[in-house]
T-cell receptor
Framework: AQKVTQAQTEISVVEKEDVTLDCVYETRDTTYYLFWYKQPPSGELVFLIRRNSFDEQNEISGRYSWNFQKSTSSFNFTITASQVVDSAVYFCALSEGHRDDKIIFGKGTRLHILP | NAGVTQTPKFRILKIGQSMTLQCAQDMNHNYMYWYRQDPGMGLKLIYYSVGAGITDKGEVPNGYNVSRSTTEDFPLRLELAAPSQTSVYFC?????????????FGEGSRLTVL
């Protein structure tokens, strides 16, 4: 069955430091989709990125970057030069889109950016 | 654009009471999902639907029921509320499911069962 593990429950870094959030997934499928979502203190859920299993290219969007490695079943998320506004809970999610349409989330990592 | 609308935003129930959480989307999305988020925890999938008339169980369906009579609406029913169902409930929709893109989430419904 599909599973997402975010081993880091909570991380605190000082503003302007770089920080990496880990995500390890398990799936039986060769076709699957990975996601990252952000939940700021206000509580809404904000989509950050979607990646399919056939695209292992790393992606950069401003200060955000994602490292997808099928060999280690990981989809890690790095924030460069962190800012206080990055403080949030970040969720990694997985869908075995070829098999069914469930989207399963990890437990999340709570990130504190200290001024 | 309204997007995904959930009602009510807050509700307190007594043990054994029933209620329905409403979810409506105006984006003509086929895929809809219900998640619960317990304090300090991640999102757990309760039920999901890939189109009108089709529903499927997620990770934690016990104690809940859903229906999908229209594309727009996906209500979640709690029949006999229990303290373990105290949580924040999120409804979400997607145009083509995980194959194409993101989930659009509602603002959440905070339910307390006493």
């Amino acid at each position: 069955a599909q599973k997402v593990t975010q081993a880091q429950t909570e991380i605190s870094v000082v503003e302007k430091e770089d920080v990496t959030l880990d995500c390890v997934y398990e799936t039986r499928d060769t076709t699957y989709y990975l996601f990252w979502y952000k939940q700021p203190p206000s509580g809404e859920l904000v989509f950050l990125i979607r990646r399919n299993s056939f695209d292992e290219q790393n992606e950069i969007s401003g200060r955000y970057s994602w490292n997808f490695q099928k060999s280690t079943s990981s989809f890690n998320f790095t924030i460069t030069a962190s800012q206080v506004v990055d403080s949030a809970v970040y969720f990694c999610a997985l869908s075995e889109g070829h098999r069914d349409d469930k989207i399963i989330f990890g437990k999340g990592t709570r990130l504190h950016i200290l001024p | 654009n309204a997007g995904v609308t959930q009602t009510p935003k807050f509700r307190i129930l007594k043990i054994g009471q029933s209620m329905t959480l409403q979810c409506a989307q105006d984006m003509n999305h086929n895929y809809m999902y219900w998640y619960r988020q317990d304090p300090g925890m991640g999102l757990k999938l309760i039920y999901y639907s890939v189109g009108a008339g089709i529903t499927d169980k997620g990770e934690v369906p016990n104690g809940y029921n859903v229906s999908r009579s229209t594309t727009e609406d996906f209500p979640l029913r709690l029949e006999l509320a229990a303290p373990s169902q105290t949580s924040v409930y999120f409804c979400a929709s997607s145009g083509q499911g995980p194959n194409t893109g993101e989930l659009f989430f509602g603002e959440g419904s905070r339910l307390t069962v006493l």
